[in-house]
């Protein structure tokens, strides 16, 4: 009973940090944008969103720690891919990868108060119902790495609610990657599922670990090795994860 209460008593303390925190960071994130372009204001856009998670962690009690970043090539655009299993993710990786760089997102999370005012802005959003929105949203993946920016996609589509250790890979990032010939960055979020199963919005105070893998380079691949490609990557990560020791 008295575990309950003390956990009541953390998520309203947590929600209570989430909304503050991101209220102060709203006009940070979305100014530098609005008055300097795109271009010019996405690293600071990008500086700020990664102190919001920052100050989240440390306000919630959420650890976020990022193991083999100093192995990622720097000035190098990647496809990032990742398992999704919570909404504590998002915080994750935003922290973990260096530089800026443009999520793919669903649209649905726009209608989250206060975050869905910053989300435009940071975040490449596709209606998974809307054809037209799927080919507009691969277009702008790939003019941000035709300008040298990173984007990062969760190639399950979803979070997942399963006892699998992945779903299965949808084939949007490996397509992006070959017609762009950009490496892709396979990298896992470990015990986010631990910490808030996506079933059950009560989060817990811990550690979240952020992991990336080796890059695959995709110099010479075509649309044919797709299959290949997806698997090669969807091993990895299955496999960090399932030999992950926390």
Request: net charge positive; charged share 20%.
């Amino acid at each position: 009973m008295l575990k309950k209460i003390i956990l009541k008593i953390y998520l309203v303390w947590s929600v209570f940090n989430f909304s503050i925190i991101m209220t102060l960071s709203l006009p940070l994130i979305v100014l530098p944008i609005v008055l300097l372009g795109e271009k010019k204001g996405g690293p600071i856009a990008y500086f700020f969103l990664k102190c919001w998670g920052f100050l989240f962690g440390v306000c919630s009690g959420i650890r976020f720690k990022t193991l083999n970043r100093s192995d990622i090539p720097p000035n190098q655009a990647f496809v990032y891919v990742c398992n999704h299993n919570s909404y504590l993710d998002s915080p994750a990786f935003v922290l973990a990868i260096p530089g800026q760089f443009r999520p793919l997102g669903k649209v649905e999370m726009k209608k989250i108060p206060i975050f869905g005012w910053i989300y435009p802005y940071v975040v490449i959003m596709v209606d998974r119902n809307s054809l037209e929105s799927k080919r507009r949203s691969m277009r702008q993946l790939k003019e941000k790495l035709a300008e040298g920016i990173s984007v990062f996609i969760f190639p399950e589509g979803k979070m997942n609610q399963s006892p699998d250790t992945l779903l299965s890979f949808q084939d949007g990032a490996f397509r992006i990657a070959i017609e762009t010939q950009t490496p892709i960055m396979p990298m896992v979020i470990l015990n986010s599922r631990k910490l808030m199963p996506r079933y059950e919005f009560q989060p817990h105070p811990g550690t979240i670990y952020t992991k990336f893998l080796t890059p695959v380079e995709t110099n010479g691949l075509k649309l044919a090795d797709l299959p290949q490609l997806k698997e090669q990557v969807k091993i990895m990560m299955k496999e960090a994860i399932e030999q992950a020791e926390l």
